[in-house]
């Protein structure tokens, strides 16, 4: 990957808007990239920062991020994801690759296609195949969903039964990721026990696995050993959600801290990043974000040596 910088542009007052690649000696890059999360909503919430996805991809050039992961639309919604300002899927597609920028695209947090409500279910299964196809067009690497759950009186084998159907349904046009959860007595992927009989049941469909240190720690898996622990049970991880946590180990809380700023030690975090190999995304709090991603920078280049 090239060394990504930022150039003014009119577009988006205060941010570069237009995006270039400046081009590194070989053996001096990291084989993995590594990347921050920018929220963009069709309705502000707390954290938004930037004004469009296109911004999200002169700010992630700006600080130097070679992967952003990005809501498409208002993700507390049943909307249709969409791109904002209007913003063509492939010309986004084309901004991203001429950047040298991976995309990532975070599904909205109302799907849950464990649910053995069919209310909730369907509509999820819909509109995460509105997410997939939204995925393709802007040449994203990858969709992280969450694993859901059912309710307190359900069989969570019902669930993974749904996610099996749901998985025989979809047109998988664009990598899957399953993301485990922090809490939840019936998830589907939060200890490692549901997430090895969810994967006994879908492992074999293609679907990719999200790692989230915040989630592990919250679950009372240690971070430090997260990664071996999930990938002896599912053969792979795709993409690591690099965050502290601001509760206690256990909690079952799913609260992010800036890599520095939380309960998790940052070395067992830096740790698991440097051992998954992959894609690393801070979806931690914009202030922190310069500081967060150099120690995921530092943490990616060992790991690459």
Known sequence: MGRLA???????????GALAVESTPGADRPTTLLGMQVTVT???QAGVSLAGDMAALAQAAHLAAGAVQIVAGDPTSWTTPS????VAPEAFAAAAAAAGIRVYLHSPYLINVASDNPRVRQPGRSLLQHTLRLAARIGASGVVVHGGHVTKDADPAMGIANWATTLERLDLCAPLLIENTAGGGRAMARLPEQITRLWEAVGDSGVGFCLDTCHAWAAGIPVADCVAIVGDITGRIDLVHANNSRDAFGSARDRHAGLTAGL?????ILSAVAAARVDAIAETPV??????LALLAAALTSSAA
Request: glycine share 18%.
């Open 42 to 44: 069709a309705t502000p």
């Open 264 to 268: 998790i030690p940052v070395a067992e």
């Open 6 to 16: 930022g150039v003014a542009g009119p577009d988006y007052p205060g941010l570069p």
């Open 83 to 86: 791109l904002t300002e209007g």
């Open 287 to 292: 202030e922190g974000h310069v500081e967060d």
